[in-house]
């Protein structure tokens, strides 16, 4: 059986202004993934996302979610945890989720139900009653988490969901996407962080200033970039590496540096030049790491247009 | 219309359960009886001062007569005026410097200069450090006045006995006339129509800011979004509206079961503690103004409101709100500052213009209501004018309030609002 889409995004755009947020950008999400939307700050993910939200109308394209056309009815089918994110602070917990999801269609029995069960799983079961301001950020976050998927969301939408996250809230975050994949739901997530896209993702999507520059299944991406990455794990002072001819680029760490050798260079030379003048942990050859793709793809941009203006 | 009703509800119930709805609902009318019936009191009640004033009587025959007849009394049966005569000096210049230095150190209220032509001239002289007391000003004039005129008319040889029957005032009585009749009216029009308008305005004001508030609430908390993504910018803020216009009735409904008990049992409980005041007639007020209070209060407060929501989203604080709520502000103050003119001529074209006008039209037309029924062509026309003119403003202000409730950061120029409203 052929995978539905669950989102088919289409040569949207949306200027404000002279200013473009998104041009002309496409890609589809079959269901059951977890797609990752990156690019730098401002590149329009967030606006995107606004749109495939109906919050912000295209100026141009087409916008299908779940197989049907965006509309107001398809908001109920969605969870959506936006980057700019917070409740009314008067309100008690369980009215505030009991709102949140009636809005989302939820009749009243089955939404306390549900607000009971999600408020005991994350150790909340005693704050129902107390005001939101009163809750430390850690459990609003949590608050965010559940009012995101309390109506039992087809696809999730999440806007830089990491960001401000404790390691105990990003671990609890990143349970529930892969939870919600392995139940056949889909999760798209934007953000700049590489290291959670790796770990988590089928799919990416990169987006700089306002146009897309790649997309498609994360793996292959990777194996388009070849095999000529070397890590290396060292001690000692490693600035004169920078300087070999078979370097194509370069990102050091101190204590770490990624290598990306120009093609048709065996990584094997690289090894017997630094033996001896730095300690060496490990070396290690791979595909690159999606940080140094992302700042290849996203940098060599920025170096053009600085040509061109 | 689920989701609209479920936001209805959500502003609804936070704002009913504060404690300053609370508080405000129940000081309401407390403090709307308070303005009324306090300076009511207070003149019922208060004894008064009495005061000394000095006279220079240069025409030598009028001291008598006017102490005789100044004879006014306080609360507690003493004169209130006690008049003190100064014989009229070679040198007046120096008596009065005497008489202002007295005034100035309070041996003296005030004194009075007769020349001595008052009589073919009419003209006397009341000096005093403050000159703005009109009951004073007018009980001394009035009595000067009478003094002077039996003078004149004894010259004249009438019989000294018949003067006074000659110059007795006469009196002026109000009466309203209505399609039911006619009825005495002792300034109760004005005293209604002064009070509704007043209390329309200030919720017009008060419901305003917390329509303002609370957009600008969900806008620095960050919610909005999160509720944006189950309904419409515009579903939220027409929640928002008619939640805050529900919670504005049950105030209305509340006030107005205090004020119909209070117009029932307050006048016998006045009488029975200051049995002077049985003389106080509470005006009857047709029914049909509390209707059209009604109707101009709804027609405001969406034309009031949707103004209010669209500012409330440009901006991200009360304080920087300021600035934009100015010409509200002035909608709003331009009406009261011309009561007075409407009251005085309720159909000159001035006034019918101005009723019309949108923004003036709730308080300006129900002023009219209230003092003179104007014909009801000019009422339908006024309804109907704030009626388009709310359908407009929903539209601007919904275009506003869909790009600004996502606005961070700068508050938006006047250009970039225009802009606003062009988006798709």
Redesign the interface.
């Given at each position: 059986m052929v995978k539905m889409n669950a989102l088919e995004v289409e040569n949207i755009s949306k200027s404000f202004g002279d200013f473009y947020a998104v041009k002309n950008l496409t890609f589809n999400i079959s269901e059951g993934t977890i797609y990752g939307l990156l690019g730098p700050n401002g590149a329009g993910k967030t606006t995107t996302i606004r749109m495939v939200m109906n919050i912000i109308i295209p100026d141009e394209g087409r916008i299908k979610v779940l197989d049907r056309k965006m509309d107001e009815e398809m908001k109920e089918r969605i969870g959506y945890l936006p980057e700019d994110r917070g409740f009314y602070p008067k309100m008690k917990v369980g009215e505030l989720l009991l709102f949140l999801a009636e809005l989302k269609g939820m009749a009243k029995l089955d939404a306390r139900k549900k607000i009971n069960s999600w408020l005991g799983r994350f150790d909340l079961a005693d704050w129902k009653d107390k005001k939101v301001e009163e809750l430390s950020r850690g459990m609003q976050q949590k608050l965010q988490f559940i009012a995101t998927v309390i109506h039992q969301p087809e696809l999730i939408i999440l806007d830089e969901p990491f960001s401000g996250l404790d390691p105990v809230n990003t671990k609890l975050l990143k349970d529930i996407m892969l939870e919600m994949k392995a139940e056949g739901r889909t999760v798209i997530f934007s953000t700049h962080r590489m290291e959670q896209v790796e770990m988590i993702c089928d799919n990416i999507c990169l987006i700089n200033k306002a146009e897309r520059i790649l997309e498609g299944d994360l793996s292959q991406i990777k194996k388009q970039y070849g095999k000529n990455t070397v890590i290396l794990d060292y001690e000692g002072d490693g600035c004169f590496i920078k300087d070999f001819p078979e370097i194509d680029r370069l990102d050091d760490y101190g204590k770490f540096m990624e290598i990306r050798l120009k093609e048709e260079i065996d990584p094997q030379v690289l090894l017997p030049k630094i033996v001896g003048k730095i300690r060496v942990n490990k070396f290690e050859v791979r595909e690159p790491t999606l940080n140094a793709i992302f700042i290849e793809k996203v940098g060599a941009r920025d170096e053009k247009d600085m040509v061109s203006h | 219309m689920?989701?609209i009703w479920?936001?209805i509800k959500?502003e609804y119930l936070?704002i009913v359960k504060t404690k300053g709805f609370i508080i405000g609902t129940i000081l309401g009318p407390v403090l709307m009886g308070a303005i009324i019936f306090v300076p009511f009191l207070v003149s019922v009640v208060s004894v008064g001062e009495q005061e000394r004033i000095g006279v220079v009587d240069e025409t030598h025959e009028i001291f008598e007569a006017l102490d005789k007849k100044l004879d006014h009394k306080l609360k507690d049966g003493n004169r209130r005026y006690i008049l003190e005569e100064y014989k009229p000096a070679a040198d007046m210049e120096a008596l009065r410097q005497d008489l202002n230095q007295k005034v100035l150190h309070k041996s003296l209220n005030a004194y009075l200069h007769i020349p001595g032509n008052v009589i073919e001239d009419g003209t006397a002289e009341y000096v005093s450090e403050h000159v703005s007391d009109f009951t004073k000003l007018r009980n001394i004039n009035e009595t000067l006045n009478s003094v002077i005129i039996e003078k004149r008319l004894r010259r004249e040889g009438l019989d000294p006995r018949k003067i006074a029957q000659y110059i007795k005032r006469v009196g002026l009585k109000t009466i309203k006339v209505t399609k039911k009749g006619e009825e005495e009216d002792t300034g109760g029009t004005f005293l209604i129509a002064y009070i509704l308008v007043l209390i329309l305005y200030m919720t017009l004001f008060f419901y305003g800011a917390i329509i303002m508030r609370g957009v600008i609430?969900?806008k620095t908390?960050?919610?909005v979004?999160?509720?944006?993504?189950?309904?419409?910018?515009f579903q939220l803020m027409a929640g928002k509206i008619l939640g805050i216009a529900a919670v504005g009735f049950t105030q209305y409904t509340i006030w107005a079961i205090f004020g119909f008990s209070a117009t029932r049992y307050s006048k016998s409980l006045i009488v029975s503690i200051f049995p002077g005041a049985s003389g106080f007639k509470l005006p009857s007020v047709p029914p049909y103004i509390f209707v059209y209070f009604v109707v101009f209060f709804i027609l405001g407060y969406f034309l009031y409101g949707t103004f209010y929501a669209a500012i409330g989203s440009m901006v991200n604080s009360e304080k920087e709100a300021q600035q934009l709520l100015f010409p509200v502000t002035m909608f709003l103050v331009v009406p009261i500052l011309l009561i007075m003119f409407v009251i005085r001529a309720p159909n000159s074209t001035f006034a019918v213009v101005l009723s019309l006008i949108p923004f003036f039209a709730p308080i300006l037309m129900l002023l009219r209501i209230c003092v003179l029924l104007p014909p009801f062509i000019q009422v339908a026309g006024s309804i109907g004018i704030l009626l388009l003119t709310i359908f407009l403003m929903i539209w601007l202000t919904g275009k506003i309030y869909r790009v600004g409730i996502?606005m961070?950061g700068k508050r938006p120029s006047f250009q970039e609002i225009v802009?606003w409203i062009r988006?798709?």
């Open positions: - | 689920k989701k479920s936001v959500r936070q609430e969900e908390s960050r919610v979004e999160i509720v944006l993504s189950s309904l419409r910018p996502l961070y802009k988006y798709k």
